[in-house]
């Protein structure tokens, strides 16, 4: 299995360096502390009637177990609490206990809106992947739910703001009428900034500004290309260490095993190498687009 530290030095600092803000996963020993307490929508949702959007300020009314052993309670979905008043269910891995970078309650200008939903998603993916690292990038070998659902969260969430960019850069392909209607894009008719509603159900008209911004979804794309390749690289430092191709060879004479693994060696040094350079090269392209986006 691939030592954490060689994953954290393949992987960009700059991925590594995390700003005050972003999306933070609430790990389940965190929940009964939080109750009464202010947490933040982490995606745009129903939350079982009652809407929330991303980054909104909530309170966490109550969060009843979902099971317990003699080591751990985990959670599911806990009931919150809107500003206006409003109660509503929602699972535990949508929650942010910080503050997101940006609030669709109060979304602010649509260029702003962008770079606040990159920063979001590149301080995110920074912490993920940082605690990928720590578990060798092989979540399934854990044996603690909470490093799972903490995994779980941060990528759900991710793949949401990723979404989201995605969305008001090239456009929902949906209708202004639609947007106008549905609850889930309610933040776009109440923003006050009408080129949300433009950008969101049309994308970017203008071929400059649109140029720009497109570096920053392509940034987030890069970001997840890190993680695609860090789990590659844990998975061939796996099959050097349990050998594989050595399954069922009992008989084979020593010097075929010997060559068999010299070959098998080979290839996986080789290929970690590839992996290991694209790896920096899909950072180092991220770091770059989102200087460009800004």
Same mark, same amino acid.
């Given at each position: 299995m691939i030592k954490a530290t060689s994953l954290a030095t393949? &992987? &960009?600092?700059? =991925?590594?360096?995390? #700003?005050?803000?972003?999306?933070?996963? +609430?790990?389940f020993k965190d929940v009964p502390a939080?109750?009464?307490k202010q947490v933040f929508a982490g995606t745009t949702q129903d939350a079982r009637g009652t809407w929330i959007y991303a980054g909104e300020p909530l309170t966490l009314v109550s969060a009843e177990a979902y099971q317990k052993s003699a080591n751990v309670t985990t959670y599911n979905f806990v009931r919150i609490k809107t500003?206006?008043?409003?109660?509503?269910?929602? #699972?535990? #891995?949508?929650?942010?206990? &910080?503050?997101?970078?940006?609030?669709?309650?109060?979304?602010?200008?649509?260029?702003?809106?962008?770079?606040?939903?990159?920063?979001?998603?590149?301080?995110?993916?920074?912490?993920?992947? &940082?605690? %990928? /690292?720590?578990?060798?990038?092989? +979540?399934?070998? /854990?044996?603690q739910p909470d490093e799972y659902h903490q995994v779980e969260s941060m990528k759900s969430v991710f793949e949401k703001e990723r979404s989201l960019l995605y969305s008001l850069v090239y456009g929902a392909s949906t /209708?202004?009428?639609? +947007? =106008?209607?549905?609850?889930?894009?309610?933040? +776009?008719a109440d923003a006050a900034d009408t080129t949300l509603l433009d950008w969101y159900a049309h994308g970017i008209r203008d071929k400059a500004v649109r140029k720009k911004f497109e570096s920053a979804h392509k940034a987030v794309g890069y970001l997840d290309n890190v993680s %695609?390749? /860090?789990?590659?690289?844990?998975n061939l430092e796996n099959e050097k260490t349990k050998k594989p191709w050595r399954e069922r060879m009992t008989g084979v004479p020593a010097d075929k095993l010997a060559k068999l693994d010299a070959d098998n060696m080979a290839r996986i040094t080789s290929e970690t190498s590839r992996k290991k350079s694209a790896i920096k090269d899909a950072a180092a392209a991220a770091t770059k687009l989102k200087a460009q986006a800004q």
């Open positions: 393949f &992987a &960009a600092l700059a =991925l590594t360096s995390v #700003q005050a803000g972003a999306f933070e996963a +609430i790990g939080l109750v009464g500003k206006e008043g409003k109660e509503g269910e929602v #699972q535990i #891995q949508y929650l942010s206990k &910080a503050p997101l970078r940006f609030n669709l309650r109060t979304p602010g200008k649509a260029k702003a809106l962008v770079l606040a939903i990159l920063n979001d998603a590149f301080d995110l993916h920074a912490k993920l992947h &940082a605690f %990928r /690292s720590r578990l060798r990038y092989d +979540i399934a070998s /854990s044996t /209708s202004e009428e639609d +947007i =106008l209607r549905k609850e889930g894009t309610r933040w +776009i %695609r390749l /860090s789990v590659d690289l844990a």
